[in-house]
């Protein structure tokens, strides 16, 4: 009878210890990921190395409440009057479950690096788009092999090598091999953090050739990791590459979902013929929605010597919605431009001087219930 006591005490002070021990690692871990959201932060621009990119991408982090982690995979072609377009999520945050689509998804971390997660995504052919569902994925992240894989349309999905070569295969739908281009940036940190608050990224932009849905493709990829500890909000963001090399980029938060009001903005030009990258400081915004057969998105930004306006014309659209722990909605537009104008003190760029534009747009918004 004691010996049995005695053997449930033991048992009873191995499980507090290990207890305490899983406690001790998760705040390492949440601290861990503090100090990266920091670390992207700092940089805030071009110069991150590539082993940081490689790290961040090939990586799971420990998630606090409200923490979230993103892969987004865009990839944006250039023939055709609408180009091709693909667009992969991989997303997990917090807690044990959520609606995705009003479906209900499972979310676990099952090891350290594995896990169960939403994978999403839409290919559009050039004619009309293709939605590849969402999938309750259990995904598997490499690190030192520098390989995520995961499923979506009952078909694998790895994403492998390092920056900024990589491979995108999904079973028999896609197969791209991505590679270094000429671009005056091709990679790129971010952070915003206010503790206990915190959001970081990072960005590889590179070539992408190959096969979408038994089409070949040739653009450009925008490999893209997002890890945050805040709540759901609503927010713009879009990106455009031109025939000649050039790109347009925009973020912006909202306060509020028809908000004209937008803090955190950037607005970007990067001038591929005169290797020039023309930065707005403090731009004010102004962005509406125009209606029609097609919707038709028009930003309009200045600062004290420059003034851009673009008007992006939506070719197809996709809605995601999230709920759990907040909600949020995405709603992607895949564009094409049908105005741009750049003016600055010393010259005036037109939609002429650039060529055919194709990106994507992004309208969310969201609760924090």
Partial sequence: ???????????????????????????????????????????NGPNVSNAVLDRVMYSTEMLPPLGKEYWWFLFFGRDGEKPMQVMLLLFRKHGQDMLFND??????????????????????????????????????????????????????????????????????IIDLDIREGDYLEDKYAHGVFIPPFGMGWVDAFSLAEGNVLGEKFKGTAHLQKVVGITTFGPFHWGRVFFQNGSSTSLFCLKTGK????????????????????????????????????????????????????????????????????????????????????????????TLCDLGKGVGTFEDAYGSLI
Wanted: a positive charge; charged letters at 30%.
């Fill in 258 to 349: 028809e908000s004209k009001r937008y803090f955190h903005r950037s607005l970007t030009f990067h001038d591929y013929r005169r290797k020039k990258i023309i930065k707005f400081k403090k731009p004010q915004l102004k962005i509406s929605k125009k209606e029609g057969k097609t919707p038709t998105w028009i930003v309009e930004g200045q600062d004290d010597d420059k003034k851009l306006r673009i008007a992006l014309e939506a070719y197809s659209t996709k809605r995601f919605t999230m709920e759990g722990g907040g909600s949020q909605v995405y709603i992607e537009y895949a564009v094409i431009a049908k105005e741009f104008n750049l003016k600055t003190t010393d010259q005036v760029i």
């Fill in 103 to 172: 479906k209900k998804f499972v979310l676990r971390k099952l090891t350290e690096n594995k896990f169960q997660a939403v994978a999403a995504g839409w290919a559009y052919d050039g004619k009309e788009m293709h939605d590849l569902g969402d999938t309750n994925a259990v995904t598997t992240v490499y690190p030192e092999r520098k390989r995520i894989v995961s499923d979506i349309a009952d078909q694998e999905m790895v994403l492998s090598g390092n920056f900024p070569n990589y491979k995108l295969k999904v079973g028999n």
């Fill in 1 to 43: 009878m004691f010996g049995q006591l005695e053997d449930k005490l033991v048992l009873s002070s191995a499980g507090a210890i290990n207890t305490i021990k899983d406690k001790i690692n998760q705040i390492k871990g949440i601290k861990e990921t503090y100090g990266l959201i920091h670390e992207l932060a700092s940089v």
